[in-house]
């Protein structure tokens, strides 16, 4: 099992920044491919960017490309997302998520990813 705990959330003006954190647990040999989702009220699942263990392959949506940056620190199996320049849509719980079940060109089905976080909320005042 892996354990994923996120933090960083918080509120933040519209063209603001943020950034996230999750710090993976257990049997972090299940952590080559780490990420995020995250889910607006009333919405559902959105896939924002995944990351490779060495970080050389980074995956957006298009709807976070140019604004986030994923990043990871292996020595501290930890995993970050630089969010700016933030609007009201950003506004959800984003998951850590980590161990997709198949390859990259379907990160952005929720159903592939076998480990989620609690997930930490992100709020975005207009």
């Known amino acids: 099992q892996v354990q994923l705990v996120e933090s960083g959330g918080g509120l933040v003006q519209a063209g603001g920044s943020l950034r996230l954190s999750c710090a993976a647990s257990?049997?972090?040999?299940?952590?080559?491919?780490m990420g995020w989702f995250r889910q607006a009220p009333g919405k559902e699942r959105e896939f924002v960017a995944a990351?490779?263990?060495?970080?050389?392959?980074?995956y957006y949506s298009d709807s976070v490309k140019g604004r986030f940056t994923i990043s990871r620190d292996n020595a501290k199996n930890t995993i970050f997302l630089q969010m700016n320049s933030l609007i009201a849509e950003d506004t959800a719980a984003y998951y850590c998520?980590?161990?997709?079940?198949?390859?990259?060109?379907?990160?952005?089905?929720?159903?592939?990813?076998?480990?989620w976080g609690q997930g930490t909320r992100v709020t975005v005042s207009s």
């Open positions: 998520i980590a161990d997709p079940a198949g390859p990259s060109q379907y990160y952005s089905d929720y159903r592939l990813w076998n480990f």
């Open positions: 257990g049997r972090t040999r299940s952590t080559n491919v």
């Open positions: 990351i490779s263990w060495s970080g050389a392959s980074t």
